[in-house]
T-cell receptor, first 115, second 114 residues
Framework: DVKVTQSSRYLVKRTGEKVFLECVQD?????MFWYRQDPGLGLRLIYF???????EKGDIPEGYSVSREKKERFSLILESASTNQTSMYLC??????????????FGDGTRLSIL | AQKVTQAQTEISVVEKEDVTLDCVYE???????LFWYKQPPSGELVFLIR??????QNEISGRYSWNFQKSTSSFNFTITASQVVDSAVYFC???????????FGAGTRLFVKA
C-alpha cells in the first residue's frame, strides 16, 4: 500500500513565523501535491511537483512556496504565516507521467492554526 | 471553466438505509476523468473510483455503486444498506487529460446512525 506521511497532525504557530510542512511518500511516485481544505470549499491545490526540483503553481499559491529536493519528499513553506492560513493541509502523491487519470494517494493531513 | 457541484452539504440516514450522493460537473472537454474519494474522521482521503468520460457503464463494488450519465453531467454515488462505518465526507472530483489540477466538489458529509 502507498503510504503518504505528513510530519505533524496538529501544529500551532504564530503570525509572521516561517512554517514548514513536510510530506514523504514511499512508493516512488513522480507527482506530489499540496492542498488546503476549508469547510464548504473542498480541496484547493496550492502547488504541484512532477519531478525533483520541478513545481507548478496551483490555484492558491500566494503566501506559499514549496521544495522538492528528493523524489520522496515535498515540503510546503509558509513564508510569513498569517491567520488566514489557518486550515487543514493535505499532501498527496500519484504515479506516472500521465497524471491526469491516476488517483491520488493522500496523507492524514496537518491541521495548522496560526495565532 | 471546470466546476464540480455537490449540492448536498450533509445527509443523515439510519443504518441499513440506502443513500445517494449527488455530483454534477461542468467541463468543455470531451475527454475527462471523474473520481470519488472518501474522507473518514481520521482525515486521510481514500480513493474509491475513477471513471473516464468514454466509459458510461455503471459500476458496482459491494454496497457501493456509481451512476455516470454524460447527458446530465452527473456522476452519482449510491451506498446500499448503509453502515455506521460509512460515516465520512465524500468528495467528487474532475480532471482533464494532460492537466494536473483536480477540481474537487465541496464534499458531502454523511452521517449514518445506528
Amino acid at each position: 500500500d502507498v503510504k503518504v506521511t505528513q510530519s505533524s497532525r496538529y501544529l500551532v504557530k504564530r503570525t509572521g513565523e516561517k512554517v514548514f510542512l513536510e510530506c514523504v511518500q514511499d512508493m516512488d511516485h513522480e507527482n506530489m501535491f499540496w492542498y488546503r481544505q476549508d469547510p464548504g470549499l473542498g480541496l484547493r491545490l496550492i502547488y504541484f511537483s512532477y519531478d525533483v526540483k520541478m513545481k507548478e503553481k496551483g490555484d492558491i499559491p500566494e503566501g506559499y512556496s514549496v521544495s522538492r529536493e528528493k523524489k520522496e519528499r515535498f515540503s510546503l513553506i509558509l513564508e510569513s504565516a498569517s491567520t488566514n492560513q489557518t486550515s487543514m493541509y493535505l499532501c498527496a502523491s500519484s504515479f506516472g507521467t500521465d497524471y491526469s487519470n491516476q488517483p491520488q494517494h493522500f496523507g492524514d493531513g496537518t491541521r495548522l492554526s496560526i495565532l | 471553466a471546470q466546476k464540480v457541484t455537490q449540492a448536498q452539504t450533509e445527509i443523515s440516514v439510519v443504518e441499513k438505509e440506502d443513500v445517494t450522493l449527488d455530483c454534477v460537473y461542468e467541463t468543455r472537454d470531451t475527454t475527462y476523468y471523474l473520481f470519488w474519494y472518501k474522507q473518514p474522521p481520521s482525515g486521510e482521503l481514500v480513493f474509491l473510483i475513477r471513471r473516464n468520460s468514454f466509459d458510461e457503464q455503471n459500476e458496482i463494488s459491494g454496497r457501493y455503486s456509481w451512476n455516470f450519465q454524460k447527458s446530465t453531467s452527473s456522476f452519482n454515488f449510491t451506498i446500499t444498506a448503509s453502515q455506521v462505518v460509512d460515516s465520512a465526507v465524500y468528495f467528487c472530483a474532475l480532471r482533464d487529460p494532460g492537466g494536473f489540477k483536480t477540481i474537487f466538489g465541496a464534499g458531502t458529509r454523511l452521517f449514518v446512525k445506528a
